[in-house]
């Protein structure tokens, strides 16, 4: 009886590494800054070639260190572009905020009118927010 679950775990253990390995190996496939397999000459590439801040001087670490370089600043001057649209951002929210500041002020200074007409009688404010002018004088 104890070795049903005992099967059952281990194929789903199995189950896991071999998903796993999947998609490890689509990933590897798929990722465009992996470098390939055939254009590894020697194990000392592999180590110039995974970092460009060695020591070793192999014409693939410079290639890749100027791949490395062009990548660096593509992403600065995206960097930069998003801090450019994040000012633009705040500038239009912080315009948006002063005229949303000036209609409160403008709907106060409605309803303190509206508030004294209907003081005064000049005119009448139902529950449904209806309003009656009233034309003469009492």
Same mark, same amino acid.
């Given at each position: 009886m104890k070795t049903l679950p005992a099967l059952l775990f281990a194929l789903g253990i199995t189950a896991i590494l071999a998903?796993?390995?999947?998609v490890i190996g689509v990933n590897a496939l &798929?990722?465009?800054?992996?470098?390939? &397999?055939?254009s590894v000459s020697s194990p000392s590439d592999v180590a110039a070639a995974s970092f460009s801040s060695s020591s070793s001087s192999s014409s693939s670490a410079s290639t890749s260190s100027?791949?490395?370089?062009?990548?660096?600043a593509q992403l600065q001057a995206l960097v930069t572009q998003y801090q450019q649209r994040e000012q633009q951002y705040? @500038?239009?929210l912080n315009d948006a905020a002063n005229q949303l500041n000036q209609?409160?002020? /403008?709907?106060? /200074?409605?309803? /303190?009118?509206? $508030?004294?007409l209907e003081q005064r %009688?000049?005119?009448?404010?139902? $529950? $449904? %927010?209806?309003? @009656?002018?009233?034309t003469g004088r009492r």
């Open positions: 998903a796993t390995m999947a &798929v990722n465009p800054a992996a470098t390939p &397999v055939a100027s791949a490395d370089q062009a990548q660096i705040q @500038t239009e209609a409160n002020a /403008q709907l106060n /200074q409605f309803q /303190q009118l509206l $508030s004294a %009688g000049i005119i009448t404010i139902d $529950s $449904s %927010g209806q309003i @009656t002018l009233h």
